[in-house]
């Protein structure tokens, strides 16, 4: 070999193996690597999952008014029903770990999951927001904004633009997603306030005239009043994805988190746990 080529071949040589021993600098400030602490190491140290919720948001999270306090922090017996409450146990089965439940609301949520919690569940929309504090897990499921109302008002509700005039009582939950876009998009309508376990009741009682959250919710809903109808959920007015939240930059918890949650969604695991409120052929 020429000694020009050989040269070439010695630098060529000294770039990849110089690219081999370092990592790429993506600005971003790594998470624990394997053999660092994890939350989930100190998930298994300690034995329990702590998870927050609403305890709010059927049919993914609801806890029973009448539950006593001391009896839904009791892993055995906590009160506490819905999709992501069944998933959270099946995840902490996984882990061989027990639960312990944070109730919060919407409004605390975040800081309640900051200050308490190795995940939260129930509902969750991914958004930007949250996505600064926290990292979520891989999606269950698409969703957007649609509205429900009496079935007899369906063809008034179709359209932000019919929902968005004086006069029309837009029933939203304090904190959270629904409460930032009906802020958002019915600046024109009236915003009534609410707490989220009985404000389907309050448009079945003729106190508000419509309510516009995720097609998810929609669907229950529907299924349960039957004086309720939902409005196009089919076609949303906007799209977000459903997750759980987890601590931001620990991938370590993430990857296993989603490992757990990728077999969940394929085994059957996920589906028998949604056919109970979904029914089997709900298409979500």
Known sequence: ????????????????????????????????????????????????????????????TYLDPDADEAAYLDPEGDGFTGIDVDMARDLAEDLDVGIEWT???????????????????????????????????????????????????????????????????????????????????????????????TIFDEIVAGNADVMTTDASEVLWVANEYEELCAVNPEEPFDYFEKAFMLPRGDDVFKHYVDQWLNTALNDGTYDRITEPWFGEDADL
């Open 103 to 197: 109730q919060t609301s919407w409004d605390d949520l975040m800081d309640d999951f900051l200050a308490h919690c190795d995940i939260a569940v129930g509902g969750i929309s991914v958004n930007t927001d949250r996505a600064r504090l926290a990292y979520f897990s891989a999606p269950l499921m698409e969703d957007g904004k649609t509205p429900i109302t009496l079935c007899e008002n369906v063809d008034d509700y179709r359209t932000i633009e019919q929902i968005n005039q004086p006069g029309v009582r837009s029933i939203v939950p304090s904190g959270g997603t629904n409460e930032i876009f009906a802020e958002e998009h019915y600046p024109d309508g009236e915003l009534i306030r609410h707490d989220n376990n």
């Open 1 to 60: 070999m020429p000694a020009k080529s050989r040269t070439a071949l010695a630098a060529s040589l000294t770039v990849l193996l110089a690219a081999g021993c370092s990592a790429p600098d993506t600005g971003e400030e790594p998470g624990p690597e394997l053999g660092e602490a994890s939350r989930l190491d100190e998930i298994l140290d300690r034995g329990t999952l702590d998870v927050c919720t609403t305890g709010d948001y059927r049919p993914f």
